[in-house]
């Protein structure tokens, strides 16, 4: 049976989920400070697992967030069907009222099932989840990669988490996430259950500092 344990995380923290401004597939920031140190408490407590595989988007803030994995040497694969959704326009500056209304009413037609509805410039969750199937197609034929490290995005992690546990991309929203967030799912050769939700277990350092 190809079975598989996957650990997906979103990037950490970068100077642009700070001030509010849009990143998208489009903007390739780094991380700050904070987002270093999440990726350095992330590192500190999963680091004694044996990952076979790393995959990555090719985005800076994605690979920075498991360098030190990297670093190890574990191996790596970039690809940008993992990238973040590309927020058209609106990438790069700073979310205005404006913005935000256009946003969440945006994410309301998502949640009524239109999904196949496009940002303005940009791309629809549809198209983000045709671009994210072969990579995990990818990811699931590698039957020697028993324990595998994804690193991605926001909401191209909730499209992510809907097309592997099959869920209506209209409930992708489910799927909570925050910077340097861990889910951890098992694949059974025919199915992903999930272990951990959203958990930032691995952060609790910074809560006490």
């Known amino acids: 049976m190809k ?7 979103r990037h950490g923290q ?5 001030q509010g401004i849009v990143q998208g597939s489009g903007v390739d920031s780094d991380l700050n400070a904070t987002g270093q140190r999440q990726a350095a408490l992330f590192f500190d407590m999963y680091k004694s697992v044996k990952f076979d ?14 360098q030190r994995f990297i670093d190890a040497g574990i191996p790596v694969e970039h690809y940008s069907g993992l990238n973040e959704i590309n927020w058209g326009s609106r990438e790069g500056r700073k979310i205005s009222e404006e913005d935000d209304a256009y946003y969440h009413e945006l994410v309301r037609k998502w949640g009524e099932g239109e999904v196949d509805l496009p940002i303005e410039g940009g791309e629809s969750p549809v198209m983000l989840q ?4 072969p990579v995990l197609d990818k990811i699931l034929s590698r039957e020697e990669e028993k324990t595998v490290l994804i690193c991605m995005h926001g909401r191209a992690m909730r ?19 925050t ?3 861990l889910y951890e799912l098992n694949y059974t050769g025919n199915m992903f259950t999930v272990d951990r939700y959203c958990d930032i277990t691995h952060l609790k350092p910074m809560e006490e500092q």
């Open 3 to 9: 079975t598989k344990k996957i650990y997906l995380i």
């Open 159 to 177: 499209a992510f988490l809907a097309l592997m546990l099959n869920y209506h991309l209209k409930d992708m929203d489910k799927f909570e996430h």
């Open 53 to 66: 595989k790393i995959y990555t988007s090719k985005l800076k803030r994605s690979i920075q967030s498991v």
């Open 130 to 133: 045709e671009r994210q199937k």
């Open 14 to 18: 970068t100077e642009y989920n700070l």
């Open 179 to 181: 910077n340097l967030c």
